[in-house]
T-cell receptor, first 113, second 116 residues
């Protein structure tokens, strides 16, 4: 069965600092991988996705993620965080065939001015 | 990109009443729609998957008689919370997938349900 782990429940960084949010997955085949961001009371916004090909994926808002098959990881990175990046971040794995998504528990990002 | 809408965005109802939430794909045909539930400060949990013209498939632990899902057309799915109780209060999010979206689901903005 597929599963997603986001080890960090909360992360606090200073504005301008770099950011890395961790995501580890369990899936028997090559997964479809996604990162979403959610502001309080809002829906999900897709930051980036990986289906195949280049393992370094560029997304919106300056985010990128790297798929590492050997580590079953898909960590999200940003070189310089802005105060507006404060939100909840979810990693998700999509299953081939059923297209069901399993979401991680989320990481809440706080940005200090 | 593909757009999915939900209506209403917020609903408050009395305990014991039923509430219907609509999910529409605005610019593509949604062969599959998914319904998620999100409790405050928690992740999204898949409730059910519906394919157009077929009965919905519910995840383990989700009461199908409580959460009625209808996917009668390629652009509309509805979730009806029957005999709602305060513990049903939650954020409900739908998503849709079609041939045009390939491997990706597109998410609606969510519906906040509060049961008094």
């Amino acid at each position: 069965a597929q599963s997603v782990t986001q080890p960090d429940i909360h992360i606090t960084v200073s504005e301008g600092a770099s950011l890395e949010l961790r995501c580890n997955y369990s899936y028997g085949a090559t997964p479809y991988l996604f990162w979403y961001v959610q502001s309080p009371g809002q829906g999900l916004q897709l930051l980036l996705k990986y289906f195949s090909g280049d393992t370094l994926v560029q997304g919106i808002k300056g985010f990128e993620a790297e798929f590492k098959r050997s580590q079953s990881s898909f960590n999200l990175r940003k070189p310089s965080v802005h105060w507006s990046d404060a939100a909840e971040y979810f990693c998700a794995v999509g299953a081939q065939g059923t297209y069901k998504y399993i979401f991680g528990t989320g990481t809440r990002l706080k940005v200090l001015a | 990109g593909a757009v999915v809408s939900q209506h209403p965005s917020r609903v408050i109802c009395k305990s014991g009443t039923s509430v219907k939430i609509e999910c529409r794909s605005l610019d593509f045909q949604a062969t599959t729609m998914f319904w998620y539930r999100q409790f405050p400060k928690q992740s999204l949990m898949l409730m059910a998957t519906s394919n157009e013209g077929s009965k919905a498939t519910y995840e383990q632990g989700v009461e199908k008689d409580k959460f009625l899902i209808n996917h009668a057309s390629l652009t509309l799915s509805t979730l009806t919370v029957t005999s709602a109780h305060p513990e049903d209060s939650s954020f409900y999010i739908c998503s849709a997938k079609g041939l045009a979206t390939h491997n990706e689901q597109f998410f609606g903005p969510g519906t906040r349900l509060t049961v008094l």
